[in-house]
T-cell receptor
Framework: NAGVTQTPKFQVLKTGQSMTLQCAQD?????MYWYRQDPGMGLRLIYY???????DKGEVPNGYNVSRLNKREFSLRLESAAPSQTSVYFC????????????FGSGTRLTVV | GQQLNQSPQSMFIQEGEDVSMNCTSS?????WLWYKQDPGEGPVLLIA?????ELTSNGRLTAQFGITRKDSFLNISASIPSDVGIYFC?????????FGKGTRLHILP
């Protein structure tokens, strides 16, 4: 089925470890986004990529890096994980900058101990 | 930064009741969107609104884009058990979408 695929679905890290969350979309969308969701905080934008080759910071970029590998793939990297980064991470994609809304992946639940 | 105030935070209703939730902002948006998130899944778009004053329905769901472009509401009629979840409003300006903090809907049997 067409959509946004995120891997892994679950991950436990120790403080200081690094990891990369993967995201791929097969809808030929130009724009891709990474959000984190915490209880009572809604969805907060970490980074986004309006088009292949560009990335920009969102509301909460500290502690994260991103790579727009190609039009399909947008990865999120935690270089040195901290307990404050325990969250559910969602990748999303859209055409025309989100004019018709975003399509979200099913999320990665990350726990940092 | 821009913020959306979504209310209520949570609702407990009886099956069959109608539901109403809303979002307000100090900023003007070009587009208002309503999403639903089921447990363990990502949000799914329910309704998109593009013009001030626009009223749009999707089955039992109805949403309106406020005249001032600073608010929107979502109504659900005759709620059923599968309506349980978190509902998010979102406002779009330029290439960014700002999300509200969500309304968690609980349905009592």
């Amino acid at each position: 089925n067409a959509g946004v695929t995120q891997t892994p679905k679950f991950q436990v890290l120790k403080t200081g470890q690094s990891m990369t969350l993967q995201c791929a979309q097969d809808m030929n969308h130009n724009s891709m986004y990474w959000y984190r969701q915490d209880p009572g905080m809604g969805l907060r934008l970490i980074y986004y990529s309006a088009s292949e080759g560009t990335t920009d910071k969102g509301e909460v970029p500290n502690g994260y890096n991103v790579s727009r590998l190609n039009k399909r793939e947008f990865s999120l990297r935690l270089e040195s994980a901290a307990p404050s980064q325990t969250s559910v991470y969602f990748c999303a994609s859209s055409e025309r900058g989100g004019l018709y809304g975003y399509t979200f992946g099913s999320g990665t639940r990350l726990t940092v101990v | 930064g821009q913020q959306l105030n979504q209310s209520p935070q949570s609702m407990f209703i009886q099956e069959g009741e109608d539901v109403s939730m809303n979002c307000t902002s100090s900023s003007i948006f070009n587009t208002w969107l309503w999403y639903k998130q089921d447990p363990g899944e990502g949000p799914v778009l329910l309704i998109a609104l593009y013009k001030a004053g626009e009223l749009t329905s999707n089955g039992r769901l109805t949403a309106q884009f406020g005249i001032t472009r600073k608010d929107s509401f979502l109504n659900i009629s005759a709620s059923i058990p599968s309506d349980v979840g978190i509902y998010f409003c979102a406002g779009q300006l330029g290439d960014k979408i700002i999300f509200g903090k969500g309304t968690r809907l609980h349905i009592l049997p």
